[in-house]
Every structure is written in C-alpha cells, then in structure tokens.
C-alpha cells in the first residue's frame, strides 16, 4: 500500500450490509417467549404442510427455514403470506418481519441469515472460479485471498469489479487500484454477492501474450492431436 495511514483507513472502512438479491437463500427463524405460539412461523415445524412445494413458485426451499427470494422479489412466510425483500438489508428484513409479527405474537425475535453469499473471482489469481464466502462482510482483499492471491502477473493497479446494478438494470464495471490504500473508502470496498473480480494480466504478461498471437492455437491444435492419438491406440 502506497500509504502509511492504511491501518487507521482501514479501521474507519464503512460496511453498510448486503442488499438481498433474486435467487437469495435466506435461513429466516422466528423466536418468541411463547414456545407453541410461534411454531406456525417456523418452517422447520411446518415440513409436512410444506412438503411437496415448488420451490421455484413458492420461495420455499428444501431445507428446514431456508427460503429463497423469487424473481419478484418475495419469500412467502408462513401465516405471514408474500414479504418483499428485494433490495433490503437483512437487518431492514428483519425489522419489517419483526413488526408484521408483532399482531401474533409477544416480543417476536427474528434471525435473518443468508446462506449463499458467492462471488466469482477469476483472471490472474492462484485459483479462480466461484468462492462460497463463510463471512456475509468480504471485502475484496479477502475475496483474493479465497482464490490463493494474485498470480505474479496480476495487476494490482487496475482490477476490474462487475456488479449488477438494479436502478440501472445492468452490470457496472468499476476499476479499482489495490495498491492505493484509500481503496477502502470505494463503495466496493466490501464485496455483494455474485460480485465478479477480474485480476487483469499486468503489462509485461500482456506483451508477452501477444508476441506470439497464435500460441493458443497451437495449443489447441497439440490437443486436438494428443486426443486422436488416444483414440487411435485405444481401438487397435
């Protein structure tokens, strides 16, 4: 980091939640004083009267409070029916779900967990692909290190973040420069799931790669060859 103050830039980084997305798996679990009176809110007490369901059309999924948030932007809550979600915070969810509840039962509390928080991390890392992060509060140096860090290739100074933008209906790409410590103050600081990091090839791998523009295609040839051989020795 070009700058002696990241420790204290670092420490002041703002975290402001993930925005639940189409396609989230949230574990939702309602608790109250009243063991048998919040039980009709709970999935995991409801599995027969659920079982059967399309998950696709309901927003219910397989596993005990676990419910996905539909195309629409729903989970439908037992006794609760349809609750919007879309674009919410988990704690804007729960403070809405804890109200709707509230004409049920006595100091409803509600936990709202998500299940699925992906992201893809590809380009000049270690080990690209997609990264299942155990942590919802991933900033991009963390979502590097799940894919073994940057390759001696990677450019640190120019890497690319893809992030669908709702208001926009589109994705954004916003390049970042990881060597600059003031990155943490960047709204992409911290990551949202199904975020795509690409570490692009520094310039020395990118002179390198396009001094011999038909290399690849060697390489597909040699396959090509290598793959009829073994066929050929295989059926003699």
Same mark, same amino acid.
């Given at each position: 980091?070009? +700058?002696?103050?990241?420790?204290?830039?670092?420490?002041?980084?703002?975290?402001?939640?993930?925005? $639940?997305?189409?396609?989230?798996?949230?574990?939702?679990?309602?608790?109250?004083?009243?063991?048998?009176?919040?039980?009709?809110?709970?999935?995991?007490?409801?599995?027969?009267?659920?079982?059967?369901?399309?998950?696709?059309?309901?927003?219910?999924?397989?596993?005990? *409070?676990?419910?996905?948030?539909?195309?629409?932007?729903?989970?439908?809550?037992?006794?609760?029916?349809?609750?919007?979600?879309?674009?919410?915070?988990?704690?804007?969810?729960?403070?809405?779900?804890?109200?709707?509840?509230?004409?049920?039962?006595?100091?409803?509390?509600?936990?709202?967990?998500?299940? +699925?928080? *992906?992201?893809?991390?590809?380009?000049?890392?270690?080990?690209?692909?997609?990264?299942?992060?155990?942590?919802?509060? $991933? +900033?991009?140096?963390?979502?590097?290190? $799940?894919? /073994?860090?940057?390759?001696?290739? /990677?450019?640190?100074? *120019?890497?690319? $973040?893809?992030?669908?933008?709702?208001?926009?209906?589109?994705?954004?790409?916003?390049?970042? +420069?990881?060597?600059?410590?003031?990155?943490?103050?960047?709204?992409?600081?911290?990551?949202?799931?199904?975020?795509?990091?690409?570490?692009?090839?520094?310039?020395?791998?990118?002179?390198?790669?396009?001094?011999?523009?038909?290399?690849?295609?060697?390489?597909?040839?040699?396959?090509?060859?290598?793959?009829?051989?073994?066929?050929?020795?295989?059926?003699?």
């Amino acid at each position: 980091m070009q +700058n002696h103050n990241f420790e204290q830039e670092v420490s002041e980084a703002r975290y402001n939640g993930l925005k $639940l997305q189409e396609g989230d798996v949230l574990e939702i679990v309602v608790s109250a004083y009243d063991d048998i009176a919040v039980k009709p809110f709970n999935l995991s007490t409801m599995e027969q009267t659920n079982a059967g369901v399309d998950p696709s059309s309901s927003g219910v999924v397989s596993k005990p *409070n676990q419910y996905v948030v539909s195309s629409e932007g729903y989970v439908v809550m037992p006794v609760l029916g349809q609750v919007y979600c879309k674009g919410m915070t988990k704690q804007q969810l729960k403070q809405d779900l804890e109200t709707r509840l509230k004409q049920y039962l006595t100091d409803p509390l509600v936990n709202v967990k998500l299940v +699925n928080f *992906n992201v893809s991390v590809i380009g000049e890392v270690k080990s690209p692909g997609q990264k299942t992060s155990t942590t919802e509060r $991933l +900033n991009i140096f963390q979502a590097i290190a $799940l894919a /073994g860090d940057m390759t001696d290739g /990677g450019d640190r100074t *120019n890497v690319k $973040l893809i992030r669908y933008s709702e208001s926009q209906a589109k994705d954004e790409v916003v390049a970042l +420069n990881l060597s600059e410590s003031n990155i943490v103050n960047s709204p992409y600081y911290y990551l949202q799931q199904n975020d795509i990091v690409y570490v692009e090839p520094d310039k020395n791998k990118q002179i390198a790669a396009n001094s011999n523009p038909n290399k690849a295609l060697y390489f597909q040839l040699f396959g090509v060859l290598i793959a009829t051989i073994a066929l050929i020795i295989r059926f003699k």
